[in-house]
């Protein structure tokens, strides 16, 4: 009996909520008519101010609207024109200041103008006009007609004024509208105030059969006060000083009854011997939507991530480069006209900025350089931001050099205002390279390169200026050339290197393991940045060789070190490479190095092949005690469905997401959202690029085990990093050595 009187109080409840429901649904109709009602009232008027404005703007109206009888002229293009074209009821020609010229009633001119009634308000109306209408375009300048000033456009042309409202006139509701005349081309033509066009047209049953036609509505009509009749919905219509003009009333239609009565017996079934299931089916729709909405916004929040940058909102490298291949793809293969010009932007002397002001004044300074060139520059030119105080600027232009020298000499001018930070005025200056294409180069990369290349001759030539990319520049190919020749005699002779990057417990900050990376120490150029040669090597199929010595090289200086993880980066092309496994049980065997003690890191881009010899050499690596890692993740191809593929021991957070992670609680949550991933797929996490005691906080309070950056350890030679972690009396502490470190970059 208690269960059946709980179901029973149940349903009450749920048909009292029901029945409350339909009445919301029945308030909100009524409300939706009436916004209905109301901008189809508005449009009606705009369209009849709009259509004044357009048939006013002519050199004709002006010549023959000042003419002593242009009966025939206004009877085809004035009075027959709003008659035919708006049903106007009144036209009036006035002067500027009110003074009655000439009237018509319908189409046919009047003796007897009717006047007196609206001459206050379209007086009034005039007057604001000048100042308040809209839609008329840009404002060049003020100039001085007759007693009034008067707007002009950009060619010098007195431009278009305009204003509408409603009012009552002769006792009806009517529509009210003045519209200027002035010429389209001859701004000779006006010599005083312009003349204006005063239109009234009645809300008359034309104006209800189209409402009725437009939104449906039945028994329209139009009332002095409001409708108090049931089922009737009704709109308020004022005039411009907020002045009651008249009701306008229809017959309502809301669903509520009609839902009411269709759904009330099923709905009171349903509920009476289903409840368990709709309780239960109630819960996990809710909670799918909930999960489904968490999701989607995630990956949208990681996918915007992923292509900008946090500290300025502008699109990264990534984002920069897909849209770089996008322009020009659409020039060589669609052949659209002009040129993609690239400019590479560079603050001078920012690390001055940073070391004497502090990074707080650096970032701030990065921020409104952001702000200033988004502001300054055509809306359709590409901004983006690759790092530090890196900006590079993308343009669809024709004119090839002049092009590129206006571009440049746009740039320069920026800097003219100082800029203002922290109570500082900082006189910045910028340097610049530009390089466009396809006319130099069809490749993004190359056309990339270029610009870069383009900058440093600037900052050779003394900063504070740009410079184009020229043939004389082009040096740079044959230094490539040089290069990869040079590079292929130093895997032959053995003359790379290795430096070691320490990977630390996020606890105690105690050393479990190092990061190879690859140096190439230069008997005359000096040390080569990876950056300078890595691509090199890939343009000339370099990569396998240079993939295989990096690993011969680690398996036989770390054979002997104590217990610890080696992590090698491994190139996309070496896993690719068919004979890949056979090539890694060669080296494992001449060097007796144990695959136990190495992490292989793969990159993204990786998975994105899915094939079955990617899966299968992962595998087999995994198979001979390699341990692999997903590198930088996140910031290229992030998807899960690659996770499932195959099971990784551990992922490596990319460094763009712990980089500005103090201020942004966007990349705080995706960091956490990471790692919980990790963590549920049974993966150690590893954080990259932490560089400050808050960052390391941070990605230790998301949950990440492992961390690797400056704030702990540079990367390190073989003999420096293996003392490291040799028994010692006293072993060295990270955060000291990230002091001297510290005290030796600021």
Not at 495 to 511: K, M
Not at 627 to 655: H, T
């Amino acid at each position: 009996m208690a269960t059946f009187l709980a179901l029973l109080a149940l349903t009450a409840a749920l048909v009292v909520a029901f029945r409350n429901s339909t009445r919301i649904a029945d308030d909100l109709t009524h409300a939706e008519e009436q916004r209905l009602v109301e901008r189809f009232v508005k449009r009606t008027e705009r369209g009849l101010l709009e259509g004044a404005k357009l048939q006013l703007i002519w050199d004709d109206a002006v010549t023959n609207l000042n003419a002593s009888n242009p009966l025939e002229w206004t009877h085809y293009f004035i009075s027959g024109y709003f008659w035919d074209s708006y049903r106007v009821d009144y036209t009036y020609q006035v002067h500027f200041d009110g003074t009655l010229v000439r009237c018509w009633r319908e189409n046919r001119p009047m003796k007897q103008c009717q006047y007196d009634e609206a001459a206050p308000l379209a007086a009034e109306t005039i007057r604001r006009s000048v100042r308040e209408s809209r839609n008329d375009g840009a404002i060049a300048s003020w100039r001085k007609l007759g007693e009034v000033h008067w707007p002009y456009n950009a060619a010098g042309i007195p431009m278009s004024r305009g204003l509408s409202t409603m009012t009552r006139f002769n006792g009806r509701p009517a529509f009210l509208a003045v519209a200027a005349i002035v010429p389209d081309k001859t701004a000779s033509l006006l010599k005083h105030e312009p003349d204006y066009i005063v239109i009234v047209r009645y809300l008359d049953a034309r104006v209800i059969a189209d409402l009725q036609d437009t939104l449906l509505l039945d028994e329209v009509r139009f009332l002095s006060t409001s409708d108090d009749e049931a089922g009737r919905n009704d709109l308020m219509l004022t005039g411009a000083d907020g002045s009651h003009i008249s009701w306008i009333s229809w017959r309502s239609k809301p669903p509520g009854p009609a839902i009411l009565r269709q759904t009330a017996p099923l709905l009171a079934i349903y509920i009476l011997f289903f409840i368990g299931v709709i309780a239960g089916g109630a819960i996990i729709v809710r909670r799918m939507r909930r999960t489904t909405s968490e999701l989607i916004a995630s990956e949208a929040q990681a996918q915007h991530n992923a292509l900008h940058d946090a500290m300025s909102g502008l699109p990264n490298r990534a984002h920069f480069m897909q849209r770089l291949r996008q322009e020009l793809w659409a020039c060589v293969r669609q052949r659209e006209l002009g040129d993609v010009f690239v400019a590479y932007i560079d603050i001078d002397r920012f690390k001055v900025v940073n070391d004497t002001l502090g990074h707080h004044v650096g970032d701030e300074l990065v921020r409104q350089v952001a702000l200033r060139l988004r502001r300054s520059l055509p809306p359709g030119d590409f901004l983006s931001r690759f790092g530090g105080d890196e900006f590079v600027l993308m343009r669809r232009a024709t004119g090839g050099r002049t092009a590129a020298d206006m571009l440049g000499r746009q740039i320069m001018a920026l800097t003219r205002e100082p800029f203002e930070i922290s109570g500082n005025n900082l006189e910045v200056s910028f340097s610049c390279g530009i390089s466009w294409g396809p006319e130099q180069s069809e490749d993004p990369g190359e056309l990339l390169r270029r610009a870069d290349i383009a900058l440093y001759r600037s900052k050779q030539r003394g900063r504070a200026r740009y410079r184009r990319f020229t043939r004389d520049m082009d040096a740079s190919v044959k230094l490539r050339r040089e290069m990869e020749m040079e590079l292929r005699r130093a895997i032959a002779g053995d003359e790379l290197a290795l430096a070691y990057q320490p990977i630390v417990e996020a606890t105690d900050g105690s050393i479990v393991g190092f990061e190879a990376l690859l140096r190439w120490p230069h008997p005359e150029r000096g040390p080569i940045r990876p950056g300078l040669f890595v691509p090199v090597a890939e343009q000339a199929g370099l990569m396998v060789p240079l993939g295989n010595w990096v690993l011969r090289r680690v398996f036989t200086e770390c054979r002997d070190w104590p217990a610890g993880d080696i992590s090698v980066n491994l190139s996309p092309l070496q896993i690719m490479a068919s004979d890949f496994l056979h090539t890694i049980d060669a080296l494992i065997r001449e060097t007796g190095a144990d695959p136990r003690r190495f992490v292989l890191e793969v990159t993204e881009g990786v998975m994105l092949d899915r094939s079955d010899h990617v899966v299968d050499v992962l595998k087999g690596l995994h198979y001979r005690g390699f341990r692999i890692a997903l590198d930088d993740f996140g910031i290229g191809y992030s998807s899960l469905s690659y996770l499932r593929s195959f099971q990784f021991d551990r992922i490596k957070i990319d460094r763009s997401f712990v980089q500005n992670i103090e201020g942004d609680l966007d990349a705080h949550s995706i960091l956490r959202a990471i790692v919980s991933l990790g963590h549920t797929l049974r993966m150690k996490v590893v954080a990259e690029g932490v560089e400050t005691p808050i960052q390391r906080a941070l990605v230790q309070a998301a949950g990440c085990q492992m961390i690797q950056g400056h704030l702990f350890w540079q990367a390190l030679p073989p003999d420096e990093a293996l003392a490291l972690v040799q028994p010692k009396l006293t072993q060295p502490k990270p955060h000291l050595q990230h002091e001297e470190l510290a005290l030796r970059i600021g």
